[in-house]
């Protein structure tokens, strides 16, 4: 399906200081919300337990409120409605040695007796200790993929072309990450796969735009490379827009159908699709000229790789016939 006409080559490079600008502005702003609100751990990085309860009518919350935090243990407690009116889920911390942790859904049971027909439907417990682990292996699982994409990138065409595409990944991560401390999503293990889904994601766009930027550079005898740029990414925008259209319609469905399990994840996941379709066109490309990629001097390095290779398959084949 072609949405846009092949033979269009829309001018996006003459709009990249403006759309480099509102890309600072979101940055911005999503540090300033990172430091005066803060990340929302949930129980996977913060440790703590969740009991997660469901009546056969709507829950009483106010009367399960008054009966749990009768007890010292779960005075902290709190207490939210999860997807329908008749289940809710009951948060609260766990010191390292508290017994509570062990026996903490027959706890509940005992001290939600008299609310009304309920049943516990899930204990999740998680220790301080093993909160503070996971969070510290998951940001070192986001900055291994950005080594290991910098590194895979640099391989496949050139430094600038990596650079230009890890600075768009940090781009996105830190704008997703900037909505989710706005909206005091619960950051949880659920929340690191959607980002590393995101880089994923994002990143294979890039590639696709980078990839066309690489063969107009070999097809082309155009000096200047936003020429080059504007060309590659018109005629990769049909595809680029149609596959972010049908992946984020696909995610809000799990967001708005999904219920409260998914709801970080796939809230996560339609901030960074749009945000990583935004930099694939206008934020990761524009780098390329800012980081000083010159097309004359890659298309000389590409004629004299072109050049050792005819030399080397003419010395292979003398050697096989003997005449080296």
């Known amino acids: ?15 990249s200081n403006f759309f480099i600008s509102f890309s600072i502005v979101l940055i911005l702003s999503s540090y300033f919300f990172l430091y005066t ?32 935090t009768k007890d ?34 027959d706890k509940i049971k005992t001290l939600l007796k008299g609310t009304g027909d309920f049943q ?17 292996k998951g940001m070192m699982a986001l900055v291994m993929s950005i080594i290991v994409i910098l590194i895979y990138v640099a391989f496949r065409f050139e430094w600038r072309f990596a650079v230009a595409s890890v600075l768009a990944l940090v781009h996105d991560v830190s704008i997703a990450m900037g909505a989710i401390a ?12 959607a980002l590393l889904t995101l880089m994923g994601y994002s990143l294979n766009d890039t590639i696709i735009v ?6 107009g550079i070999g097809d082309t005898k155009e000096t200047n490379l936003f020429n080059v740029i504007n060309d590659a ?18 995610i809000l469905t799990l967001y708005a159908l999904g219920g409260e399990i998914i709801s970080s994840f796939s809230f996560t996941l339609l901030v960074g699709i749009v945000v990583g379709t935004y930099s ?12 000083g990629f010159d097309l004359q001097s890659y298309k000389a390095k590409e004629a004299l790789k072109a050049k050792r290779k005819i030399e080397k398959e003419k010395a292979r084949a003398m050697y096989e016939k003997g005449m080296l």
Do not use: C, H
């Open 280 to 291: 694939s066109v206008f934020v990761a490309s524009p780098m390329l000229k800012w980081l």
């Open 182 to 193: 706005l909206f005091q999503v619960d950051v949880n293990l659920d929340v690191l796969a």
């Open 37 to 68: 609100k803060g990340l929302n751990y949930g129980i996977d990085f913060a440790g703590g337990t969740i009991v997660q309860v469901k009546y056969d009518k709507t829950a009483p919350i106010k009367q399960m409120r008054e009966n749990i």
């Open 72 to 105: 010292k243990a779960f005075e902290n407690a709190s207490i939210t409605q999860f997807g329908s009116p008749q289940e809710v889920i009951i948060r609260f911390s766990t010191a390292e040695n508290s017994t509570v942790k062990n026996d903490a859904g």
């Open 120 to 136: 516990i439907r899930r204990v999740d417990i998680v220790g301080p200790k093993v909160g503070g682990e996971l969070r510290e």
């Open 233 to 250: 990414v018109s005629k990769t925008l049909s595809r680029t827009l149609l596959t972010s259209l049908t992946t984020f319609f696909v």
């Open 1 to 15: 399906m072609q949405v846009f006409s092949k033979d269009k080559i829309y001018n996006f490079m003459g709009k």
């Open 210 to 215: 980078f990839d066309r930027i690489r063969e």
